[in-house]
């Protein structure tokens, strides 16, 4: 199977995005996601988690309160809303199916004015 991320960019800070994942190749209701990132010269972090239940989440520290990760198991995509983004935001984000190998190639957000 294999992930495709979108929805980086260039944002100002305690503006928004949302980033999307679209899983294909393997049986997306069943399985549980995450979002990681990792900033230049930092190992890559867990943002946030979400499992084959719906209203099942996790969320670090820095993503608690702002970040929100959902899923369409209709689309096969999980997304990750995020508000108040602040600099040090700034990262490649990562989609990854939990418990496998399976990475995107990231998405680039930068939060800068």
């Known amino acids: 199977g294999h992930l495709v991320e979108s929805g980086g960019g260039l944002v100002q800070p305690g503006g928004s995005l949302t980033l999307s994942c679209v899983a294909a190749?393997?049986?997306?209701?069943?399985?549980?996601f995450q979002w990681f990132r990792q900033a230049p010269g930092k190992e890559r972090e867990h943002v946030a988690t979400i499992y084959s239940t719906h209203t099942l989440t996790d969320y670090s520290a820095s993503a608690k309160g702002r970040f929100t990760i959902s899923r369409d198991n209709r689309k096969e995509t999980v997304y990750l809303q995020m508000t108040n983004l602040k600099p040090e935001d700034t990262a490649v984000y990562y989609c990854?199916?939990?418990?496998?190998?399976?990475w995107g190639q990231g998405t680039q957000v930068t939060v800068s004015s």
């Open positions: 190749g393997f049986t997306f209701s069943g399985a549980a």
């Open positions: 990854h199916r939990m418990n496998y190998e399976t």
